[in-house]
């Protein structure tokens, strides 16, 4: 199985940035498509924002235009920059990677905590 191991959480202040990185460790066939989830107390785990190995994104209504996804396809490492922080987006952020051909796979990070204070 694929493991993603995550970092750069943390404790900032609203209207502050934040960026988090997510890289697969050991040799793995590509991804199809990576992501990044976030998962606030009493809320069900909600999509943030994805990328496809083209290139192709996708954000959440609430994220587009503060927060940006990229990746780099020499290591399948992901990136989420994330601006303009709000209290709202407080959450365990994790990191998923989906292959969708064989081999195929669907991997999570462990997940990292990201606290906006007001």
């Known amino acids: 199985q694929v493991q993603l191991v995550e970092s750069g959480g943390g404790l900032v202040q609203a209207g502050g940035s934040l960026r988090l990185s997510c890289a697969v460790s050991?040799?793995?066939?590509?991804?199809?498509?990576m992501g990044w989830y976030r998962q606030a107390p009493g809320k069900q785990r909600e999509l943030v924002a994805t990328?496809?190995?083209?290139?192709?994104?996708n954000y959440a209504g609430s994220v587009k235009g503060r927060f940006t996804i990229s990746k780099d396809n020499a290591d399948d490492t992901v990136y989420l920059q994330m601006n303009s922080l709000k209290p709202e987006d407080t959450a365990v952020y994790y990191c998923?990677?989906?292959?969708?051909?064989?081999?195929?796979?669907?991997?999570w990070g462990q997940g990292t905590q990201v606290t906006v204070s007001s």
């Open positions: 998923n990677a989906l292959r969708t051909i064989t081999p195929q796979y669907n991997s």
């Open positions: 050991g040799r793995h066939f590509s991804a199809t498509v």
């Open positions: 990328v496809t190995i083209g290139g192709a994104t």
